[in-house]
């Protein structure tokens, strides 16, 4: 899988500088069957012509390592299937012959709302977007920005900050730390008016915001990144030393599913 996967990745990452560990990121989805006892005993990609077959059989493999807490409807433990929304992520040292990949976060989307309560609990508004920075968009810097914002009154954020924030499209050179500043203030600016639906008080949220682009044309498959190191507020390095929950969203705000919990790491 190793070969397979460097020679993937060199012809995606053009010419890069020297000595760089080259950062990759990819979307995919799918759907996993998951047995009574907890194991996951089917794992199916949606549209992945784009993932070496050795590629896709490696992560195939991890998803199977998964274990989860078995499934009970009736008094008895049952099968389900689900669908998955997965973030991947490969990285290699520039000129390596091998590289490293990585499941970064996988979501299960909830399923239709079935009764009134379960419909207010996925509400979100998110009218309020963030503004694309000028420069950035003049020069085909795009990012993914994931907010967190702990939730007071009424879902009415009363804290909001940048958890993680990586760089995508043109290579923004020695100026990665000031475009990441730019999408940063825009994300949290804009997330500070967004409503939580019935959010708890007290309740942490993660949120990703994409910035494309304006010439950027949408793909399937691998694209090179720029993860920039972020400074932590307070509130937020506390929150993760406590260990406290973080409930994530899709960007239209929809929560994922309650009823699958993960007993195992997402990446072992």
Do not use: C
Not at 103 to 112: H, K, Q, Y
Not at 147 to 170: C, D, F, K, N
Not at 199 to 205: I, M, N, R, S
């Amino acid at each position: 899988m190793r070969t397979v996967v460097a020679v993937t990745l060199l012809l995606m990452a053009g010419v890069v500088q020297a000595a760089q560990l080259q950062h990759f990121s990819a979307w995919a989805q799918g759907r996993i069957t998951i047995g009574s006892d907890g194991q996951v005993v089917d794992v199916r990609f949606d549209n992945a012509e784009w993932m070496d077959d050795r590629v896709r059989e490696g992560y195939e493999q991890k998803i199977r390592a998964w274990r989860f807490e078995p499934i009970i409807e009736g008094g008895q433990p049952i099968a389900v299937t689900a669908n998955m929304h997965l973030r991947l992520a490969a990285e290699r040292e520039n000129g390596a012959s091998n590289a490293r990949f990585m499941i970064e976060e996988v979501t299960f989307p909830d399923p239709a709302a079935q009764t009134l309560e379960q419909a207010q609990l996925a509400q979100a508004d998110f009218s309020v977007r963030p503004r694309f920075p000028g420069r950035a968009a003049r020069n085909g810097v795009g990012a993914m920005a994931f907010v967190v914002a702990r939730m007071g009154q009424a879902g009415i954020p009363e804290a909001v900050g940048i958890e993680r924030i990586v760089l995508r499209g043109s290579h923004p050179g020695a100026h990665q730390a000031y475009y990441a500043r730019l999408f940063s203030d825009a994300t949290v600016k804009a997330a500070q008016s967004w409503r939580f639906g019935h959010a708890k008080p007290g309740e942490l949220v993660r949120v990703p915001v994409k910035f494309i682009p304006p010439q950027a044309t949408p793909r399937l498959g691998w694209e090179q990144v720029f993860p920039v190191t972020q400074e932590l507020p307070e509130w937020l390095v506390l929150a993760r030393a406590a260990s406290t929950p973080v409930a994530d969203l899709a960007e239209n705000g929809s929560r994922a599913t309650a009823h699958l919990k993960m007993l195992t790491p997402v990446d072992g």
